[in-house]
Each structure stands twice: as structure tokens, then as C-alpha cells.
């Protein structure tokens, strides 16, 4: 059974440009968790999704940043304009239902120049 | 509040044992969490304990919870250093959203 899976695993974009991060998680998960890591900080919750369903994205910015879970196909966050202080590390985890453990993916590092 | 707090750095020799410290705010809090990640790498689930438990051990892991104190820790037996890397404590506030610390990077000197 592989791993929760994430590419890119480095992408670069230049300030005003989209950063599209895809996650793909571990067979018979259906829960999605998206977490960012800003430099030697711990990681921050930014959204819950379930299949076609956004569950929670308190932790989410609300400007430019947004998040899905289709029916088939990996989850995707998109950060629109990027900007520098965008520049993090970003971990997808997933999970089955009902059950406490999450299973983090290698990360995205994000660099906006 | 979700406010989980851990000291940054701890340097240990091989063959030592290690114990990495950890306090939380949430009380109600289901599980508490270590997690592992090594340079460059995505975070590894080492292991869990429920909150109606004192104690938990699984090799060389042990795991102490202190529900009074909201104080967790974790203690490596027999430190190597394939266990260089930082070690986050996390708990869950609620069903599904983690909170993490800041990080314990954990240096093993031969």
C-alpha cells in the first residue's frame, strides 16, 4: 500500500503566479488534511476535506487560497498570486474514517522568488 | 486554546537514553501525538496514546502522559543516530484537526 503522495515535491513561482499542489492520498482513505510548515515552525491545519466535500478550512486564508477533493482524482490546494510570504513547506495527510492516526505526505516546498 | 509547547533543542549521546518534553492546553484533547521528521522529509507517525492512558511503550519508545498536567513526553532507550531529526508533539483539539509544536531537533553525538 503506498504512501500518501504529493507533487510536486519542490515547485518555484514567481510573485502573481498560481502554485497548484496536488495530493493523492493512501488507498481507502477518504479524508484529506492540508497543513503548512513555515520555516522552524510546527505545521498549522489549514483545511479538512472528505470526497466532494469541504469539511473545515478555518485555518485556510481567505483571500487566494482554495482547496477540493473530486470524486476521482487527487486533492488539490491552489494558491492564487502567490506571494513571498507564501513560501512554506505544505503537507497533505490522510486518513480512513473513524479512526484518530493521519498519515502525513512527503511535502510540497514552495519557494516564490 | 490550541497552544502546544516543546523545547527546541536536545543533544544526546549514543546508547543514551533521550526524553523529549512536551505541554498542552486543551484538555479535551482524545489522543496525543509524536511525530518524527528527518531533514527534508514529510512527518512520520511514530506513535500515539489515548488520553485515559498513563503510559505507552513500543520498543524502544516510551510514552508518559500527565492528564493533570497536560504534560507528555517521549523516551527513546538506547538513542542512535538514525534518531537525529525533530520531534513534534501534537494533540487533537477536536476529531480531525491537529495541533503541533514547534519542534524538538534532537542531535545524537557519538
Redesign the interface.
Known sequence: NAG?M?NPRHLVRRRGQEARLRCSPMKGHS?V?W?RQLP??????MV?LQKENI??ES?MPKERFSAEFPKEGPSILRIQQVVRGDSAAY?C?S?PPET????????TRLTVT | GED?EQSLFLSVREGDSSVINCTYTDSSS??LYW?KQEPG?????LT?IFSNMDMKQDQRLTVLLNKKDKHLSLRIADTQTGDSAIY?CAE?PND????????TTVTVRA
Do not use: R
Open positions: 500518501v504529493q479524508h488534511y497543513y522552524e515552525e510546527g505545521l498549522k491545519f479538512y469539511i473545515d485555518g503537507f495527510a486518513s484518530p492516526q493521519q498519515y502525513f505526505g512527503p511535502g | 502546544v482524545t489522543y511525530y522529509a514529510g512527518l512520520q507517525l500515539y513534534f487533537n480531525y484537526k491537529l495541533s503541533f509544536g514547534a519542534g
